[in-house]
């Protein structure tokens, strides 16, 4: 994985999203399913594609299962994109390329400054 693909954990997941200035892409995944093996070629692709433009995170289910639950993860892959700390869209399985492409560059295109919310979709 490119080093600009950050590891997030429950402990760095509040600082991590917070302190983005830019839309987050954020793949829970376990090494466990042949899925989630290939959902990260897409990946790769996708944060050659958007460097600079999306903040990209990895939260490995099995060894975070806390934040897993916390934020309501149920199938792996899934995938959470954030922006301003608010949740765009949660997506399940691996879809294709083109398909990410498609919802990024949509939110790109909508470039609306978001207010910094504080995780409003995290289950207490």
């Known amino acids: 994985m490119p080093d600009t693909i950050q590891i997030v954990t429950k402990d760095s997941f509040e600082k991590f999203v917070s302190r983005s200035l830019l839309p987050i892409m954020l793949v829970f995944y376990s090494q466990k399913y042949p899925s989630c ?7 790769q692709a996708l944060e050659a594609k958007y460097r600079g433009s999306i903040q990209f995170g990895l939260v490995d289910a ?3 299962g806390e934040l897993t639950g916390q934020l ?14 608010r949740l765009c869209a949660n997506i399940g ?6 398909h990410y492409k498609h919802m990024l560059d949509r939110l790109l295109s909508e470039n609306k400054p978001h207010k910094k919310g504080l ?5 207490h």
């Open 93 to 98: 399985g691996n879809l294709p390329l083109s």
């Open 119 to 123: 995780f409003g979709f995290l289950k």
């Open 37 to 43: 093996k290939n959902l990260m070629e897409t990946i």
């Open 72 to 85: 309501g993860i149920g199938g792996l892959p899934s995938i959470l994109i954030l922006n301003g700390g």
């Open 62 to 64: 099995d060894q975070q």
